[in-house]
């Protein structure tokens, strides 16, 4: 029997190449890291050449590899259209990351809009601080992260802003202008723990962090417990048992960014990109009315 190119192994040549190396790309295909290797060795036996040697620690493709790589990338794409043109695209899974602050009001509209955008794919959501989730794009183990923060990194594709909320207990009373406002926040680092302290700090208003958690329950529950105040993005969403602020000042709304992990399709962050711009563009209650009458 002759040798042959198995679409697999190719996949995986393409992976090593545009992550950067084996462990990121079994994290990114869903495979372990013996399974990649596996791969490679497969297409060396096949073309009778090394593909990929050492480099200090990591890796890097050799010229035959390199060469390989390129016709990787065709027959894929060959392969995945013709797929397509008989409606039998292969299923692919698109992880997508993002803080709790974007996941509670947004995943469930976003995960009915990919249905339609992004058929054919699996979409699998992961729910995790800023910080995790950026380490999890450069490892390959999420495609896309929806981040609050600054939009200039090259991976990043703005959607439009979060506007923010001041919360806090029906039964919290604010201190007198001469004792520091007590403040529940995030752990740091925290964008919005950043822009909480720098609003107060611009209109003179001493603060202090009264209370610190790690997850968005834990925020909510301490300023229940009349702990401090909080800010949040809730997309016009009043946490249960909470109260808006509105006697503190305003502060300017947190830029909101699809980040997607290097080699990840276009079209894949520009459909999550574009469904996210919708729905930021649709106020929440509205929103959530129109799914209810799509399901009536």
């Known amino acids: 029997m002759g040798r042959a190119l198995d679409i697999a192994p190719l996949r995986s040549l393409v992976a090593v190449a545009d992550c950067g190396g084996f462990q990121r790309a079994a994290t990114s295909l869903h495979l ?17 050449r090394p593909l990929v040697e050492r480099l200090g620690r990591g ?22 259209e013709t797929l397509r043109d008989f409606g039998a695209a292969a299923e692919r899974t698109v992880v997508i990351g993002s803080t709790e602050h974007a996941a509670a009001q947004l995943l469930p509209h976003l995960s009915a809009a990919l249905e339609l955008t992004l058929a054919g794919h699996d979409i699998r959501f992961r729910i995790d601080r800023g910080t995790r989730l950026r380490e999890r794009l450069d490892a390959g183990g999420v495609d896309l992260a929806l981040l609050l923060g600054p939009t200039d990194d090259p991976r990043a594709t703005p959607v439009g802003e979060l506007e923010l909320v001041w919360y ?5 009373r604010r201190p007198a202008a001469t004792r520091p406002l007590p403040v529940v926040a995030f752990d740091q680092p ?8 720098d609003t107060l700090s611009a209109h003179g ?6 209370a610190e958690a790690i997850q968005l329950a834990g925020v909510q529950a301490a300023v229940g417990a009349g702990l ?3 800010l949040m993005a809730t997309l016009s969403q009043t946490p249960e048992g909470l109260v808006a602020r509105e006697d503190l000042p305003s502060p300017r709304p947190l830029p909101l960014a699809v980040w997607s992990r290097h080699g990840l399709a276009d079209l894949v962050t520009q459909r999550v990109a574009g469904a996210l711009r919708h729905l930021l563009a649709v106020p929440a209650p509205a929103a959530r009315d129109l799914e209810l009458a799509k399901g009536a």
């Open 32 to 48: 372990s890291q013996a399974a990649v290797s596996q791969h490679v060795r497969r297409l060396e036996a096949a073309t009778g």
């Open 59 to 80: 890796s890097r493709l050799t010229a035959d590899g390199e060469k390989l790589l390129l016709q990787a990338r065709r027959i894929l794409a060959i392969h995945d």
């Open 168 to 172: 806090a207990s029906p039964a919290w």
């Open 190 to 197: 925290c964008a919005l723990r950043t822009r909480a302290l």
């Open 205 to 210: 208003i001493p603060a202090v962090i009264g």
């Open 228 to 230: 401090g105040v909080a």
